[in-house]
């Protein structure tokens, strides 16, 4: 088990930008794969993005490609989530996410390959 703490959501106009971060606890935090969801009023917790166990791989939801980057520390045990060019429709509770394990498929989109979860952490965004 890990404990994640997400941190950095908050107000931001529209065309703005945001850094969220994910501390995780444990000495074994590079051996899991990590992923950011979120969760808008009233809709359903959907994928946004996910990083391997070493970084070198990557997932992106259609809706955030090219605007948010996602990058592991596993020195510090940090999961970052940079969000550029946000829009009204990214106003939610983002969710960090994290399972052990190395291969990384199609399955690190879905929430329920996800074993630890933190609290969430909101961003509005502003029009």
């Known amino acids: 088990q890990v404990q994640l703490v997400e941190s950095g959501g908050e107000l931001v106009q529209a065309g703005g930008s945001l850094r969220l971060s994910c501390a995780a606890s444990?000495?074994?935090?590079?051996?899991?794969?990590m992923a950011w969801f979120r969760q808008a009023p009233g809709k359903e917790r959907e994928f946004v993005a996910a990083?391997?166990?070493?970084?070198?791989?990557?997932y992106y939801a259609s809706s955030v490609a090219g605007r948010f980057t996602i990058a592991r520390d596993n020195a510090k045990n940090t999961v970052l989530l940079q969000m550029n060019s946000l829009k009204p429709e990214d106003t939610a509770v983002y969710y960090c996410?994290?399972?052990?394990?190395?291969?990384?498929?199609?399955?690190?989109?879905?929430?329920?390959?996800?074993?630890?979860w933190g609290r969430g952490t909101h961003v509005t965004v502003s029009s």
């Open positions: 444990g000495r074994t935090f590079s051996t899991y794969n």
């Open positions: 996410a994290a399972r052990r394990g190395i291969e990384f498929t199609s399955r690190v989109k879905e929430n329920n390959y996800y074993n630890n």
């Open positions: 990083i391997n166990w070493s970084g070198g791989n990557t």
